[in-house]
């Protein structure tokens, strides 16, 4: 199989990926919460944490998708450094949520929609990639774009 028959292949995956995240930020709609989903997959693809934003139902100001993903996915592994794990989010993570990545030394990220707003992989900031910090993460951005963007877009929408 040829390079371009490979990345074909990761992109293809990083799509069924993010229908699961998406999956998760739907989940966030009957709480009033933003929906924005995530999910973490080991080396093997097989997803070891789950979340979605739950500030509303929880009054935890931290409790974003990412962070929530991330914990179940150091719960279930036994460990903290999740260094060969994915992290697939439904929207680009905030600088909290950059700062969680980071320090769970995960290498790679998938986002669908970018923030422009509040972005710190990338778009307003990009803390992921920063040469001073001690580790760095590859982003994959605009995965699922459109339908991620759509559902953050009639969230807000529903809200004016």
């Known amino acids: 199989m040829g390079r371009s028959a490979s990345v074909r292949g990761v992109a293809a995956i990083d799509a069924m990926l993010m229908e699961v995240a998406l999956e998760e930020a739907r989940l966030a709609l009957p709480t009033g919460d933003v929906p924005v989903g995530a999910v973490v997959v080991d080396a093997d693809g097989v997803v070891v944490g789950r979340g ?34 994915t992290l697939v989010v439904t ?4 600088a909290m949520c950059a700062g969680a990545v980071v320090l769970a030394r995960v290498p790679r990220l998938v986002l669908g929609a970018w923030d422009p707003k509040a972005g ?14 001690n580790h760095r993460v590859e982003v994959v951005g605009g995965v699922l774009e459109a339908e991620c963007a759509a559902l953050l877009r009639d969230f807000f929408a529903d809200r004016r």
């Open 120 to 133: 710190a992989t990338g778009s307003v900031h990009d803390l992921v990639r920063d040469r001073r910090l």
């Open 52 to 85: 979605r934003n739950a500030r509303e139902a929880t009054g935890d100001p931290t409790a974003h998708a990412e962070v929530l993903a991330l914990r179940e996915a150091a719960a279930t592994l036994g460990r903290w450094r999740l260094d060969d794990c």
């Open 91 to 94: 929207l680009e993570p905030c």
